[in-house]
């Protein structure tokens, strides 16, 4: 089980982490995704990270401004989140994939574990 915290309500250009912790699996094998739902849009990819945590990718609407990052020992990833927009405004979800854990997933399909979200809201 997955289980993504952090989120809440933050002014434009402010920013937020998130955590996404597992329970009942240790985090230290599968590839991490973080996606996340706006109101009335499909599920997008947000950010992943390999296994290892060598290799991470980013959508181009988050590229330099968010990081995602894995403590394996914690069995914890984390999406840092700066200069945060509006249209940043969704629920984000952590998901994991065991079988894609070396390769650079951006397809929600490939994760088959995900947690029940976290709101993020950006608004002043």
């Known amino acids: 089980q997955l289980q993504a915290s952090g989120g809440g309500l933050v002014q434009p250009g402010g920013s937020l982490t998130l955590s996404c912790v597992a329970s009942?699996?240790?985090?230290?094998?599968?590839?991490i995704g973080w996606f996340r739902q706006a109101p009335g849009k499909v599920r997008e990819f947000v950010a992943t990270?390999?296994?290892?945590?060598?290799?991470?990718d980013y959508a181009d609407s988050v590229k330099g401004r968010f990081t995602i990052s894995r403590d394996n020992a914690q069995n914890t990833a984390y999406l840092q989140m700066n200069s945060l927009k509006p249209e940043d405004t969704a629920v984000y979800y952590c998901?994991?994939?065991?079988?894609?854990?070396?390769?650079?997933?951006?397809?929600?399909?490939?994760?088959?574990?995900w947690g029940q979200g976290t709101l993020v809201t950006v608004s002043s």
């Open positions: 009942g699996f240790t985090l230290d094998r599968p590839a």
């Open positions: 998901a994991a994939s065991y079988r894609y854990r070396a390769t650079l997933a951006r397809r929600a399909a490939l994760y088959p574990y």
């Open positions: 990270i390999t296994w290892s945590g060598r290799l991470t």
